[in-house]
């Protein structure tokens, strides 16, 4: 019989930061299986130290301090991999663990795509990032696989996913070519997806579980500005997100986005995006 597994996804903006801002409390009560990270900034040493009792697949940025990403998971993973293809600035951003439960294998990847910035090589890497990506996906949704892609992809897909979304359309997070790679990855699996920036690709097939169930509202929100007082006014953007293999978002049973209840209950400026999966024969 399958059984809930809850997965959780959190860009901790420094693992050391967030344990000490109160990140333990709120995992102690979460009843959390597997749980991504992204932008650690530590080595693996540090995540055992700090949250022991987690098997660990980590991928450390190659720039100490920066990115870095890492799937802690209550088993042990049966494998990893890290590589997105030659010519990927992806180090610390893309790391997938195979995990055996219950007679099926399921697939779970954090990724935490480059912030970018428009007309700068910072831009070009996250383009070459996204296409790296686009062709990965592409590989593991064959043959109806258990895959979750999870994690900060620094981008809002639609106005729904941006509070202030009309002054941030010529803005790195909101670009129409950045939106329109969501357009692909969630586009019907083989069919031709007119882009919101009016390129043409092949639909993947995924499915964005966090919109599938809030529906047709703004948000809910992932990530808050430190500025002003954007989290009190819940000014912010949907950027972190659970993508899942058609196979396996037929067997989400619930989501949720963690929010903290007020601005000092915060450990992270993200919060955690968590669903529950029906998995094992």
């Known amino acids: 019989m399958p059984r809930s597994v809850r997965i ?54 190659l720039s100490k301090g920066r990115s870095g990403v890492a799937v802690l998971s209550r088993i042990p993973a049966a494998a990893s991999r890290i590589d997105l293809g030659e010519g990927v600035d992806s180090r610390g951003r893309w790391i997938e663990a195979d995990l055996e439960i219950d007679g ?87 069919a031709q997806v007119v882009g919101v920036d009016g390129s043409t690709g092949t639909g993947l097939g995924w499915v964005d579980i966090g919109r599938r169930h809030a529906g047709e ?26 993508l899942a293999t058609a196979a396996l978002a037929a067997r989400e049973s619930g989501y949720h986005v963690a929010r903290a209840a007020t601005y000092a209950e915060r450990w992270s400026d993200h919060a955690p995006v968590v669903a529950d999966y029906a998995i094992g024969r």
């Open 8 to 61: 959780a996804s959190v860009n901790v903006n420094g693992i050391r930061a967030a344990v000490r801002n109160g990140m333990t409390g709120w995992l102690d009560g979460a009843g959390v299986d597997i749980l991504t990270l992204q932008e650690v900034r530590a080595e693996t040493t540090h995540i055992t130290e700090l949250l022991p009792g987690w098997h660990i697949v980590h991928d450390e940025s």
């Open 104 to 190: 099926e294998t399921v697939t779970v990847v954090s990724a935490y795509v480059h912030s970018g910035e428009d007309g700068t090589p910072r831009q070009d890497a996250k383009y070459g990032f996204l296409d790296a990506m686009t062709e990965r996906m592409s590989r593991l949704a064959a043959g109806g696989a258990l895959v979750l892609v999870t994690g900060d992809l620094n981008v809002g897909h639609r106005p729904l996913d941006i509070k202030n979304w009309r002054g941030n359309q010529k803005k790195a997070g909101f670009l129409p070519k950045e939106r329109a790679y969501v357009d692909r990855f969630l586009g019907d699996a083989g």
């Open 217 to 242: 509202v703004e948000g809910p929100y992932t990530w808050w500005s430190n500025r002003g007082q954007a989290f009190d006014n819940d000014t912010g953007w949907r950027i972190d997100y659970h």
